[in-house]
């Protein structure tokens, strides 16, 4: 186990219209406001989502099965927000419903909101902390760095 000790820094709160989508409005935020490591709270609605549901295989690298989400429906969903050589990444998992129908996974393309998504980003300050490459996995996941 890795673990570092951070403080909170500011919260910056983000109303997402019809159509928007998630991963990009994010990746603009932390950009601007240059948050690079934060926890991320959204409620509201998706439209649309292409949904990591598990894995298609583990070996010899792990291979993500999608699922497609076609809405509209509700959506809440908790994430962490750290970047790679590239800029920032959310990696976020979502319930979302529909007619008493649900869904959980990792939304990662065509997050369309419906409505209105409501965003909290809570900035960690005091971390080090970025999303690198895993030869094992095939992905890019958190690693923190000691000071």
């Given amino acids: 186990m890795d673990y570092s000790v951070g403080q909170v820094g500011r919260v910056v709160v983000a109303r997402l219209f019809e159509g928007e989508d998630l991963h990009a409005c994010i990746d603009k935020i932390a950009r601007e406001a240059q ?49 790679d050589d590239a800029g920032p990444r959310l990696h976020i998992h979502t319930a979302i419903g529909k007619h008493g129908e649900n869904l959980i996974g990792c939304p990662r393309r065509d ?10 980003i809570i900035e960690i300050t005091g971390i080090e902390a970025t999303r690198q490459f895993d030869p094992d996995s095939g992905m890019k996941l958190l690693r923190l760095t000691k000071p």
Avoid at 60 to 80: A, D
Avoid at 111 to 120: A, C, K, P, S, Y
């Fill in 35 to 83: 948050i690079r490591c934060a926890s991320v709270l959204i409620v509201g609605g998706f439209r649309t989502a292409a949904v990591v549901v598990g894995p298609e295989q583990e070996k010899p690298q792990i291979v993500p099965k999608f699922t497609t989400f076609t809405g509209p429906g509700e959506v809440l969903g908790v994430g962490t927000l750290y970047w």
């Fill in 111 to 120: 997050t369309r909101t419906f409505l209105i998504l409501e965003v909290t």
